[in-house]
């Protein structure tokens, strides 16, 4: 497979990621899940690209793929006990469906694993939804171990999942 590259989205690459992210909800909503269904907050991604935190994934000029990484541990679920300042974390990981099962996303998570070793964590986490056991045995595929599932009836996802940097 050619290399990825990954660089940052800028704000005039908001339809490309809305794009991206609503191709994976459509095939989640194909499978029959309930994840993703809803328009992506342009807002949230407004502002995770103004920081530079939110990325696109090219392969050969073409967008594969994107995802945010940043050091927001979101409070409900990521405790003080668990030292949330060590870890970087991934959100709104998506892939082209064109690319499915050629080990996009495994290369994003280690871009997105050295990000982490290079801004100085040793930590690399995120949080899944609840109710997808295929995405939760993705996860612990590419070398996450699940931490536990937080249970709030207000959230869907929950099932959160780390893995160590490696330097």
Known sequence: MTELEMRAATPDELPLVEKLLTGAGAWLASLGSDQWQ????????L?????????IAFR?????????VDGQADPEFWQLADK???????HRMAIARDVAGQAVGARMLDWAE???AVAGKSRLRLDAWKTNPA??????????????TVDLPHRQSGALFERSVRP
């Open 135 to 148: 995405l939760h045995r993705y996860y612990l595929k590419q070398g996450f171990v699940l931490v536990r």
């Open 60 to 68: 050969d000029g073409e967008p594969v793929g994107t995802l945010t």
């Open 47 to 55: 502002d995770s690209m103004s920081r530079g935190e939110c990325f």
């Open 84 to 90: 949330p300042d060590a870890a970087l974390y991934v």
């Open 38 to 45: 809803f328009p992506p907050r342009r807002e949230r991604l």
């Open 114 to 116: 050295a990000h982490a």
